[in-house]
């Protein structure tokens, strides 16, 4: 009993600082050896096996206006805001604005943590011309010509500009169809029976 003893132990610490082993037997021998007194094949580094890592919640966010749209991976676990528990993913919830803290928690799984700030949403419309860099004339994007039909340079045409401005920063003329900043109220190459041609919001 004593003699079994002393050899569990041996091996026990054997093992415990072990750092090579045999390929073909499987043995294990300290760093010292070089090749297994049994094959004598030569031995390679034993690689201990490594702690299991902890998997992580695989989680999306979707902010859509005052809601919060939350899906996860794996499903059904369990949503926290500002450290107040609400339901299970996947799950759509309302929220006040400002910054909140989402904490996603499921069993064997690290919890996800993630801070989000939720804004008031105001929508901007972007509205495309082309603009004559010499007279300033707005052109619709729509139009097939490339060059300002009113304008010449040295007896070349002058090449058309696409330029970005904002929806409601942009007027038109219903007569010639130009295009002109919201700072301009009548057309000022268009007259009808002698009055200015008033210009209109775009819709």
């Known amino acids: 009993m004593r003699k079994f003893l002393i050899i569990s132990l041996f091996l026990l610490f054997t093992i415990i600082l072990a750092e090579k082993r045999c390929p073909k037997c499987k043995r294990i021998f300290s760093d010292k050896k070089k090749y297994c007194i049994y094959c004598g094949v030569k031995l390679v580094p034993f690689e201990k096996s490594k702690p299991k890592e902890t998997p992580v919640i695989?989680?999306?966010?979707?902010?859509?206006?005052?809601?919060?749209?939350?899906?996860?991976?794996?499903?059904g676990a369990a949503v926290y805001i500002d450290s107040k528990y609400l339901a299970n993913t996947p799950v759509m919830?309302?929220?006040?604005?400002?910054?909140?803290?989402?904490?996603?928690?499921?069993?064997?799984?690290?919890d996800y943590i993630k801070i989000i700030s939720v804004e008031d949403e105001k929508t901007t419309k972007i509205f495309s011309v082309k603009e004559c860099p010499k007279c300033g004339r707005w052109f619709s994007t729509d139009i097939l010509f490339s060059y300002c039909p009113y304008c010449e340079q040295e007896e070349k045409p002058v090449p058309l500009q696409v330029l970005t401005v904002l929806e409601e920063k942009i007027k038109k003329c219903p007569r010639c169809e130009l295009y002109f900043p919201d700072s301009f109220n009548f057309c000022p190459f268009c007259e009808e029976e002698n009055n200015p041609v008033k210009l209109i919001k775009i819709k």
Request: aromatic share 6%; hydrophobic share 35%; glycine share 12%.
């Open 58 to 75: 695989k989680a999306e966010i979707e902010v859509s206006g005052d809601s919060l749209i939350i899906t996860s991976i794996p499903e």
């Open 93 to 110: 919830v309302g929220v006040s604005l400002g910054s909140h803290t989402i904490k996603l928690v499921y069993p064997g799984y690290k």
